[in-house]
């Protein structure tokens, strides 16, 4: 179903595509948008046993396609170094696609919360608790469950190993 890397020389171990997801800090979530267009919008995420989790607005661009088709890609580059002078760009980068869903569940709501506020804010684990709670009702929870994954670097820095 899922396309393998063309070039697969390329591509870097689950290991370290789960350690550039593990210590990103923004990714492009992409999903299928109004009028068929693709919509790309830039997040914060955490990481957790093959799942991604976003908070969001209650509403929206992102929740309206969603609730059309659950089907995503997400991307997070880690380099993304230009050298002009070989004509390249040292980069390392992991793509996965899965599917997602809004959490409903309390618990589970509250799990993807807390998960950001320890990957963003690890020394202010109370006041995001507060923060939960005071903006509980204004925002949503999003899980992406990870069906495919791949990471890819430049050649360069694959030689250079």
Not at 15 to 29: K, P, Q, R, Y
Not at 70 to 88: E, G, I, N
Not at 134 to 154: D, N, Q, V, Y
Request: with cysteine.
């Amino acid at each position: 179903m899922f396309r393998e890397m063309r070039r697969n020389a390329q591509q870097i171990p689950e290991e370290e595509a789960l350690e550039i997801l593990n210590n990103g800090t923004s990714g492009v979530l992409a999903v299928s948008g109004d009028g068929g267009y693709p919509y790309a919008v830039p997040l914060n995420y955490a990481y957790s046993e093959r799942k991604i989790y976003f908070h969001t607005a209650r509403s929206g661009h992102k929740l309206d396609a969603l609730a059309r088709n659950d089907k995503a890609s997400f991307c997070v580059v880690q380099m993304d170094r230009p050298d002009p002078a070989a004509f390249t760009t040292h980069y390392r980068s992991v793509i996965l696609f899965g599917r997602v869903r809004i959490l409903s569940d309390e618990v589970e709501k509250r799990h993807a919360l807390r998960l950001l506020v320890q990957k963003y804010s690890p020394g202010f684990l109370a006041e995001g608790e507060a923060e939960i709670e005071g903006a509980w009702e204004r925002f949503s929870a999003l899980e992406l469950r990870i069906e495919h994954m791949t990471g890819k670097e430049a050649r360069e820095l694959g030689a250079a190993r």
